[in-house]
T-cell receptor, first 114, second 109 residues
Framework: DGGITQSPKYLFRKEGQNVTLSCEQN?????MYWYRQDPGQGLRLIYY???????QKGDIAEGYSVSREKKESFPLTVTSAQKNPTAFYLC?????????????FGPGTRLLVL | GQNIDQPTEMTATEGAIVQINCTYQ??????LFWYQQHAGEAPTFLSY????GLEEKGRFSSFLSRSKGYSYLLLKELQMKDSASYLC??????????FGKGTRLSVIA
C-alpha cells in the first residue's frame, strides 16, 4: 500500500534531550512537510523540502532541525532548544511543491515531555 | 502574511445541512483546500477550489469567491461520523499550505 508513515505514535522526551521523529513515504512525492498542531490551534509549518538535499524553514523552525538525504524520508529532530515541544506533529507530502498539488498527511506523532 | 478566519465551533443536527465559512487575506492566491480531521488523527483531504464557484462531491460541496476572499464548505445529510474539525487552508504562489485554526463541528441526534 502507498502512503505516509510516521513513527513512533507516541514519544516521550526528557528535559535537555534531542529526539527524532520519523517520516517515510512511498508515494514517489518530491515535496515533504512538517507541521506542528497544538490544542485548539491550526497547523503551523516547521520545515519543508521541495527536493532531495534541499529544505526551507517554515514559520516556527527555531529549536528544530531536518534532513532530506533520501526522497522517501524527511526526519525531524526536536532539539533541547525547543522549550515547549509538547504537541502533535504531522508530516505531509505532495507530488511537487506546485500550487495544484494536494498535501497528504501521515498519522502523526504525539510528543510529550517528562 | 496570510490571515485565515473560520468559526471555532459549530453544532448541527443529524440529517441537517451545515455551512462552515472561511475568509482569508493573502497575496498571490493559488488555491483553497478543505480538510477533515477527527480527534487525534491526521487531516484528510476533502476539496480544492482555485476558480470561483461551487465544487460538489457527494454530500460535501465547497464554494469559492476570490474577489471576496471567501469560501464555505457545505455538508448535507449530516451523519454522526461527520463530527470532526474542518480545516481551511490557503496556498499562495508555490509556498506550502497555510491553515486556519479549524472549525470543530458537533453533530447531535
Amino acid at each position: 500500500d502507498g502512503g505516509i508513515t510516521q513513527s513512533p505514535k507516541y514519544l516521550f522526551r526528557k528535559e535537555g534531550q534531542n529526539v527524532t521523529l520519523s517520516c517515510e513515504q512511498n508515494l514517489n512525492h518530491d515535496a515533504m512537510y512538517w507541521y506542528r498542531q497544538d490544542p485548539g490551534q491550526g497547523l503551523r509549518l516547521i520545515y519543508y523540502s521541495q527536493i532531495v538535499n534541499d529544505f526551507q524553514k517554515g514559520d516556527i523552525a527555531e529549536g528544530y532541525s531536518v534532513s532530506r538525504e533520501k526522497k522517501e524520508s524527511f526526519p525531524l529532530t526536536v532539539t533541547s532548544a525547543q522549550k515547549n515541544p509538547t504537541a502533535f506533529y504531522l508530516c505531509a507530502s505532495s507530488i511537487s511543491a506546485k500550487y495544484q498539488e494536494t498535501q497528504y498527511f501521515g498519522p502523526g506523532t504525539r510528543l510529550l515531555v517528562l | 502574511g496570510q490571515n485565515i478566519d473560520q468559526p471555532t465551533e459549530m453544532t448541527a443536527t443529524e440529517g441537517a445541512i451545515v455551512q462552515i465559512n472561511c475568509t482569508y487575506q493573502t497575496s498571490g492566491f493559488n488555491g483553497l483546500f478543505w480538510y477533515q480531521q477527527h480527534a487525534g488523527e491526521a487531516p484528510t483531504f476533502l476539496s480544492y477550489n482555485v476558480l470561483d464557484g461551487l465544487e460538489e462531491k457527494g454530500r460535501f460541496s465547497s464554494f469559492l469567491s476570490r474577489s471576496k476572499g471567501y469560501s464555505y464548505l457545505l455538508l448535507k445529510e449530516l451523519q454522526m461520523k461527520d463530527s470532526a474539525s474542518y480545516l481551511c487552508a490557503v496556498r499562495s504562489g508555490n509556498t506550502p499550505l497555510v491553515f486556519g485554526k479549524g472549525t470543530r463541528l458537533s453533530v447531535i441526534a
